[in-house]
T-cell receptor, first 112, second 117 residues
Framework: GQQVMQIPQYQHVQEGEDFTTYCNSS?????IQWYKQRPGGHPVFLIQ?????EVKKQKRLTFQFGEAKKNSSLHITATQTTDVGTYFC????????????FGQGTELSVKP | GAVVSQHPSRVICKSGTSVKIECRSL??????MFWYRQFPKKSLMLMAT?????????EQGVEKDKFLINHASLTLSTLTVTSAHPEDSSFYIC?????????????FGSGTRLTVV
């Protein structure tokens, strides 16, 4: 079945350092979404990418969708302690009724 | 907008009993809702797709008779964990999508932490 792989599993950074998490799908995606889950919380939607090669920015966060629509990345510039949490990518394909398949997540910790 | 309410947030039950979890879309109609299970420090595992007015679609390996899903209205889906056992202890989360909001993603409920003792 469809799989979405995400690396790294954990990332510990010093405040101010950059952070990147990568996502790869075994199949071509219709779109890819990114979510953030704080410890003890639930996933919160960050962004959706739909077009091949798309790049979107939200302040210090940059999201990319690969040309083949099978990989994506999230880059955070100059991390802050408020960035702490687990970041998940999640993809959908056109023939699965809209269901999201989640990557394993990358847990980010930021040392002040 | 696009608020999903999930209750209860925490529940402790005895082994052998059943627990019902509710998921409501408060400001939009959801013909489809999704139920996930999450273990500590793990990803979200899709359990089933809840379809309004019809049977749920379960993912491979998920027991239909164990996890009963009912989606009787456009704003409510319920997940009942029947004859719960300690291994059913987990974090259960529902999600839905407001199709009227274009590029917005899925909204998740706040989750239900189930502990079976």
């Amino acid at each position: 079945g469809q799989q979405v792989m995400q690396i790294p599993q954990y990332q510990h950074v010093q405040e101010g350092e950059d952070f990147t998490t990568y996502c790869n799908s075994s199949t071509t995606l219709s779109n890819i979404q990114w979510y953030k889950q704080r410890p003890g919380g639930h996933p919160v939607f960050l962004i959706q990418l739909v077009k091949s090669g798309e790049v979107k920015k939200q302040k210090r966060l940059t999201f990319q969708f690969g040309e083949a629509k099978k990989n994506s990345s999230l880059h955070i510039t100059a991390t802050q302690t408020t960035d702490v949490g687990t970041y998940f990518c999640a993809g959908t394909t056109g023939n699965q009724g809209g269901k999201l398949i989640f990557g394993q997540g990358t847990e980010l910790s930021v040392k002040p | 907008g696009a608020v999903v309410s999930q209750h209860p947030s925490r529940v402790i039950c005895k082994s052998g009993t059943s627990v019902k979890i509710e998921c409501r879309s408060l400001d939009f109609q959801a013909t489809t809702m999704f139920w996930y299970r999450q273990f500590p420090k793990k990803s979200l595992m899709l359990m089933a797709t809840s379809n309004e007015g019809s049977k749920a679609t379960y993912e491979q390996g998920v027991e239909k008779d164990k996890f009963l899903i009912n989606h009787a209205s456009l704003t409510l889906s319920t997940l009942t964990v029947t004859s719960a056992h300690p291994e059913d202890s987990s974090f259960y989360i529902c999600s839905a999508r407001d199709r009227g909001r274009g590029n917005y993603g899925y909204t998740f409920g706040s989750g239900t932490r189930l502990t079976v003792v």
